[in-house]
């Protein structure tokens, strides 16, 4: 069908009168994507069909990558540039008179996430099917995706995510696969000739539907299945046509009640949400991916559950799915008959578990009392657990009570999710380098010290072919025009562009990109907000979540502080800078929308200001998501890293940043570090406290944010600045940023790093005028990022923790 554009055309002709029975004049641009998206769909299904096939034949182990977040954006550009057939589309539909990018644009991001957990995964089932690895995806398909964000009066407003609104191409129903999901109830416990059963009495059920989604690899014939599950309710004619008018209102309630557990992402990131539903999604999730692994296991795999072990692996991303545990032991026990000791062995050489964070806001901790509730079998299983555990830790460590209360996974009253994660695994790993040694030296090193074997590092990364080949094709083709295109298989290769990076014919290449992208990018600002910046100021760019923790303060500070400067002195020589934000913050995070408040203050006194003759720029990009990312990290200059040291796990932005040319602000956090390490100190910009000097100040004190306001006058104005309504704004508006910093002590360190930051900005101020210096530390950092694909990481998981090996799809 895309051996040729000739053949394209035609078919695409035929699929656009088939799928909305009109003609090209007449079709409107959802017309023509559902008509490509159709087309794609189709052809990749014999290779989604021969993919399952050759597993299913090849008995060769699988993994199931459990996740509550898949942020996959849009899949058309992706999947085209996996098949290789973006280029006979985009001449066919030249021909037809149809820009291909238009079309592109019509599809809905899917935001089944909030940020980098989330587009982990999807970068992750990226390159397992890339590198034709037998992996699958276990998530929710949420009727409303991460909420919109709109800015009105520079306030957040949330709006609902409604994606679904257009017919979702990529998926397939399949309601031949549902399984049933029960919550509530009570169980009962009989003898039955001296074994005790375990009977689970008047729940509620739950239809739990899946919808599969194919995962496309690079270049290869395997299309892999990322399967979404959908709660409906069990619907009987009795309950739907009774005349009993109480009892029809009961069923009208359940059938809400139960389509609820499907129906919204928590717009949590980093942060925990202890709300019932949320519970109810994370079992809902667990038990329906569960329950149709083991029943395709049953179906294909003639071997016992006993060898389920050697067949398949589960992995737990974060401890949202980590209810994996106790109900693969339910399922072993009370539906497979296996004793404790068996389905113990079996699950816990099963399942492998990720920790993405250290922060304790995030930690999951389920109260007993709603636990029970909702889960009764569940519960008595974790409790079971946990008192087993306990029995093991008071043979290993007699006496040693506050040790082992500390360990234990119910405590308080509570639930404690990452406890269970690690007990129930055979594998605990962090996400940097830095992050794991933090998990194994203090946060988790009581865990350490009984698990040692237990636990390792596995770096993250992302796809470079979303990332760079598909964001980036200019660069990405000046790329190969250098090295050739081994590095596309092999990122590595990419270190090949050091022998470039002192040409200066591909210095000018790699500049032309960069200036042609931030071109793009600012006609794009132009059309969102009418702002008008220059192409040739310094694109400075953080784009993230908002949290305390990532700083955007501190980068607000900056720029107030070079606002000043520039009042004082309108011919102050600087490279003109052009500061972008994009960042959404959870609906309930008080502090957080106050900072893109302050942002948006900030950015309408420093735009209209003519003194300063156009120097600095600020610009907030509304709802800032994967498609608003591919368009913003290709173009920016400098990407702002500049997390409290300790505080980000690893990053993932970071590596899109890196690999697009842009150079590093950052402190020594999280995967930052390893950047470090591979660009040396020349070709990144490094300031602030170490994690070690933060974590020392966190266990001994010693840190007074108000000293530095009383000693540096900059420090001083600046944080004046937000409450003498110097911006324009109400007095008391930004009262508790400012009581944050100076009456509770500045948690996150922005007083404290803040010198080192502006310095640090002088010397990419400086930098920057060297144009040709500038450009080879870009090159310098591109060749470096072959590193940071999730190639590399996939293939560590796959040796290291799964087991699995390529399987070759014909
Ligand atoms: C990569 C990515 C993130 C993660 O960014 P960090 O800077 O690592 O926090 C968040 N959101 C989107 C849309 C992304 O693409």
């Keep these: 069908m895309f051996s040729d554009k000739e053949v394209f055309k035609k078919e695409f002709i035929e699929t656009l009168e088939y799928t909305s029975s009109k003609t090209l004049d007449e079709a409107s641009p959802i017309n023509l994507y559902n008509t490509l998206g159709t087309m794609i769909r189709s ?5 989604w069909i021969n993919t399952i096939k050759t597993y299913q034949q090849s008995g060769e182990k699988q993994v199931y990558y459990f996740s509550m977040e898949f942020l996959l954006g849009r899949l058309l550009q992706s999947n085209m540039l996996n098949l290789n057939i973006l280029n006979i589309v985009k001449e066919g539909l030249d021909d037809l008179g149809v820009n291909i990018d238009a079309i592109v644009e019509q599809e809905h991001d899917a935001g089944l996430g909030n940020g980098g957990l989330g587009r982990l995964a999807a970068c992750f089932l990226d390159s397992i099917a890339s590198l034709q690895l037998p992996g699958h995806g276990c998530g929710i398909r949420y009727k409303y995706g991460l909420f919109e964000q709109k800015l009105v009066d520079g306030y957040q407003l949330e709006l609902p995510d409604y994606w679904l609104k257009e017919d979702y191409v990529w998926e397939v ?151 994996i545990v106790p109900e693969l032991m339910r399922i072993l026990i009370d539906e497979e008959g296996f004793s404790w000791e068996d389905a113990w062995r079996i699950t816990t050489q099963t399942c492998a578990y990720t920790n993405h964070t ?43 009570y506050n040790r082992i209360s500390e360990l234990a996974i119910i405590a308080d009253e509570q639930v404690r999710m990452a406890h269970l994660a690690i007990v129930g695994s055979f594998s605990v790993n962090g996400v940097a380098k830095l992050h794991t040694d933090i998990l194994k030296e203090r946060e988790m090193n009581n865990f350490y010290q009984v698990y040692p074997e237990k636990f390792n590092n596995k770096t993250n990364g992302i796809t470079h072919r979303r990332w760079l080949m598909s964001a980036n094709p200019k660069l990405a083709s000046h790329i190969t025009d250098a090295i050739g295109t081994r590095w596309i298989k092999q990122p590595r290769d990419l270190i090949g562009l050091l022998k470039y990076a002192n040409d200066s014919s591909f210095q000018e290449k790699v500049s032309q990109v960069k200036l042609d992208n931030k071109i793009a990018l600012a006609k794009y600002i132009k059309a969102q907000t009418g702002i008008v910046v220059d192409e040739h100021s310094i694109f400075d760019v953080q784009v993230k979540r908002l949290h305390a923790y990532k700083r ?62 156009g120097k600095l720029k600020v610009v907030f990009l509304e709802n800032y998501g994967v498609s608003i990312a591919e368009k913003i990290i290709p173009a920016a200059d400098v990407s702002e890293q500049i997390s409290t040291a300790s505080k980000e796990a690893s990053g993932t932005g970071n590596m899109k940043f890196m690999m697009n040319g842009a150079l590093t602000i950052g402190t020594l956090d999280g995967a930052n570090v390893e950047i470090c390490d591979m660009v040396g100190r020349d070709n990144i910009f490094i300031f602030g406290l170490t994690s070690e000097e933060v974590l020392n100040y966190y266990s001994h004190g010693g840190y007074v944010a108000r000293s530095i306001y009383n000693n540096d006058p900059r420090v001083r104005t600046v944080l004046d600045q937000l409450m003498d309504g110097f911006c324009g704004n109400d007095k008391v508006e930004f ?76």
């Design 43 to 47: 052809y990749v299904s014999k290779n």
């Design 358 to 400: 250290t922060l304790v806001e995030a930690l999951e901790k389920w109260p007993i009392s709603l636990f029970k509730e909702l889960l009764p079998r569940i519960y008595m299983i974790v409790e079971e657990i946990n008192e087993r555990f306990c029995r093991d830790l008071w043979l290993k460590y007699p006496g040693e």
């Design 552 to 613: 955007q303060l501190l980068n607000v500070f900056h720029i107030m502080e070079l606002y000043n400067l520039l009042r004082e002195n309108p011919n102050l020589d600087i490279v003109p800078r052009t500061f972008i934000f994009g960042a959404k913050a959870a609906p309930s995070y008080f502090f957080a929308k106050e900072i893109i408040k302050l942002i948006n203050t900030v950015a309408n006194v420093v735009n209209n200001d003519p003194h300063i003759q």
């Design 173 to 323: 129903r399949r309601t031949d696969r549902s399984v049933h999901v029960r919550f509530g109830g009570h169980v009962e416990m009989n003898q039955d000739n001296g074994e005790l059963t375990f009977e689970h009495k008047n729940y509620e059920t739950v239809l739990a539907v899946p919808y599969d989604v194919p995962i496309v690899g690079f270049d290869n014939n395997t299309v892999n299945t990322l399967r979404l599950w959908s709660a409906e309710p069990v619907i009987t004619g009795y309950d739907m046509y009774t005349s009993d008018r109480e009892n029809y209102y009961k069923f009208l309630n359940y059938k809400r009640s139960i389509e609820t557990i499907s129906e919204f992402l928590y717009p949590d990131d980093s942060h925990f949400e202890g709300k019932k539903l949320r519970l109810k999604q994370q079992y809902f999730l667990v038990s329906a991916g569960l329950q149709s692994i083991l029943q395709s296991y049953k179906r294909k795999i003639k071997a016992s559950l006993r060898d389920l072990p050697e067949k398949i692996v589960l992995h737990i991303n974060d401890t949202h799915p980590a209810l």
């Design 735 to 810: 009262k508790d940023i400012y009581y944050h910093i100076l009456s509770n002590n500045d948690e996150y360190f922005v007083l404290k790093d803040f010198d080192n930051y502006v310095e640090t900005h002088q010397k990419v101020d400086l930098t920057y005028r060297d144009q040709k210096d500038w450009v080879k530390k870009s090159i310098v950092n591109i060749a470096h990022s072959g590193k940071f694909s999730s190639d590399r990481t996939i293939g560590e998981y796959a040796t290291d923790i799964w087991g699995i090996r390529p399987v070759i799809i014909k």
